[in-house]
């Protein structure tokens, strides 16, 4: 079983930056991949970003230039750093690892003011 806790939601204004952080339970050095997803109210949840065990990242279009994902295996945790942030970036963000299962953290919340 893996427990993932995500830390640094919060509220900045249209422009700003935040970083997420998402700490594993246990190592993540053997982790498939982990990643970033996001949901909006009332929409599905989406990928942000992912970044597989050797360190090739992918993002969704809408973040490219934006956000930077990243991982610090001594640490077990997996970053999101986000600049330019807009009104649409607002949504709850998930932390998730794929080793044999997918695991999911609780999500913290990003809102960004216009």
């Known amino acids: 079983q893996v427990q993932l806790v995500e830390s640094g939601g919060g509220l900045v204004q249209a422009g700003g930056s935040l970083r997420l952080s998402c700490a594993a339970s246990?190592?993540?050095?053997?982790?498939?991949?982990m990643g970033w997803y996001r949901q909006a109210s009332g929409k599905q949840r989406e990928l942000v970003a992912t970044?597989?065990?050797?360190?090739?990242?992918n993002y969704a279009d809408s973040v490219k230039g934006r956000f930077t994902i990243s991982r610090d295996n001594a640490k077990n945790t997996v970053y999101l750093q986000m600049n330019s942030l807009k009104p649409e970036d607002t949504a709850v963000y998930y932390c998730n690892a794929e080793v044999i299962f997918v695991y999911w953290g609780q999500g913290t919340q990003v809102t960004v003011s216009s």
């Open positions: 970044i597989t065990s050797g360190g090739q990242a």
């Open positions: 246990i190592s993540i050095f053997g982790f498939n991949a």
